[in-house]
């Protein structure tokens, strides 16, 4: 069974600060994805890192996927309160198109940002 | 083009009794998938539906059950509930795009 863990589960923080939330595991998978969830609603793809080693950047959002395609992170740089909500890390278990389908979420990390 | 729609936002049920949820897919989208999301909680794949059959199932027990229509919606059967079947449900759908699915709002369900 595939795991993925994420740290920290919570992170309360002043507005302008920078965060990192990691997201590990002892599996290999073939893609991790990023989402964030607000409440009420369901969690919304933020982005997709496929290669080992791969940077992306979305705005303030850094994403990076380990080499050994076993962790990833998420740097958030000078945090507004609007970025607030539950982060979660995805991975997909194997290369096929289905896969995306079937995802193994962390338990997510609850960050809020104060004004 | 309408987003993933979930019906009925909340319910409650006694254990042991049966539910079915609804979910409609994004227009065009051909695949949905199924979690389950405790409180506290990242979502847990039940299992997913690409043209009506069944494909690839989580660690969950035969109780749960699902249907996918001709028209790609989705149903969500669970029967014999137990308090532990107390969670968000959430659906998402799939069309052309490789990596992205789009989840609906969830139904928040209650087992007393």
Do not use: M
Request: hydrophobic share 30%; net charge negative; charged share 15%.
């Amino acid at each position: 069974t595939q795991l993925l863990e994420q740290s920290p589960q919570f992170l309360s923080i002043q507005e302008g600060e920078n965060l990192t939330v990691y997201c590990n595991s002892s599996s290999v998978f073939s893609s991790l994805q990023w989402y964030r969830q607000e409440p009420g609603e369901g969690p919304v793809l933020l982005v997709t890192v496929v290669t080992g080693g791969e940077v992306k950047k979305l705005k303030r959002l850094t994403f990076q996927f380990g080499d050994a395609r076993k962790d990833s992170s998420l740097h958030i740089t000078a945090a507004q309160p609007g970025d607030t909500g539950l982060y979660l890390c995805a991975g997909a278990p194997d290369a096929g198109g289905t896969s995306y389908g079937k995802l193994t979420f962390g338990q997510g990390t609850i960050l809020t940002v104060h004004p | 083009e309408t987003g993933v729609t979930q019906s009925p936002t909340h319910l409650i049920k006694t254990r042991g009794q049966q539910v079915t949820l609804r979910c409609s897919s994004q227009s065009g989208h051909n695949t949905v998938s199924w979690y389950q999301q405790a409180l506290g909680q990242g979502p847990q794949f039940i299992f997913q539906y690409y043209r009506e059959e069944e494909n690839g199932r989580g660690n969950f027990p035969p109780r749960f059950s699902g249907l996918q229509f001709p028209n790609y919606s989705s149903e969500l059967n669970v029967n014999a509930l137990e308090l532990d079947d107390s969670a968000l449900y959430l659906c998402a759908s799939r069309g052309g795009s490789y990596y992205e699915q789009y989840f609906g709002p969830g139904t928040r369900l209650t087992v007393t």
